[in-house]
């Protein structure tokens, strides 16, 4: 949604410039605040009339795991008092991006069929960081469905290599 982005680009765009050399560690809790932000109950309740700014911020940091720091209150306080929380996820992505653009990474997301340990998940990110050129930040996601190998999506660009793939091109090989 374009309105989204438009409205979460300069919150990005400050938090990026005030992180400063800390970007990875403002990072963790943009994103934990982003995942809070994106339960549906919680907006509702943010928007509603009878729900103050300081209630909204109290269930929020009464939810994470870890207390914020100074900065990181102060932030949530102002999306909080702006009526943004429904963009912070969006936010999030945003200076992730910043973040990556930064260090010359990009996120890539790892879709398998099986569990990968910490020794396949090095190796296998060795072989994606020459394939694509550049430095990845992998995050895995199961799923079962591929039956087996990866699938590994870097921005718009798709890299599949599962069975279910391979049995998809044999299927239209056999059937043109």
Request: proline fraction near 3%.
């Amino acid at each position: 949604m374009a309105e989204i982005a438009t409205i979460a680009r300069p919150y990005a765009d400050a938090l990026f410039k005030a992180a400063g050399a800390d970007a990875a560690g403002t990072a963790v809790w943009l994103d934990e605040l982003a995942a809070i932000a994106s339960n549906e109950q919680l907006r509702q309740f943010a928007d509603s009339p009878k729900a103050s700014s300081e209630q909204v911020f109290g269930v929020i940091t009464g939810v994470l795991k870890a207390g914020l720091s100074t900065p990181a209150q102060n932030f949530l306080r102002i999306v909080i008092e702006n009526g943004r929380l429904a963009a912070l996820p969006e936010i999030a992505e945003q200076f992730r991006a910043l973040k990556n653009a930064q260090q010359g990474s990009s996120d890539a997301v790892v879709h398998s069929a099986f569990e990968m340990d910490s020794a396949a998940l090095a190796d296998l990110s060795g072989v994606l960081e020459k394939r694509f050129g550049r430095k990845l930040n992998l995050k895995v996601e199961l799923q079962p469905d591929l039956i087996g190998g990866v699938r590994v999506v870097v921005g718009d660009e798709v890299l599949d290599t599962s069975v279910k793939a391979r049995l998809e091109q044999m299927k239209v090989a056999l059937t043109a």
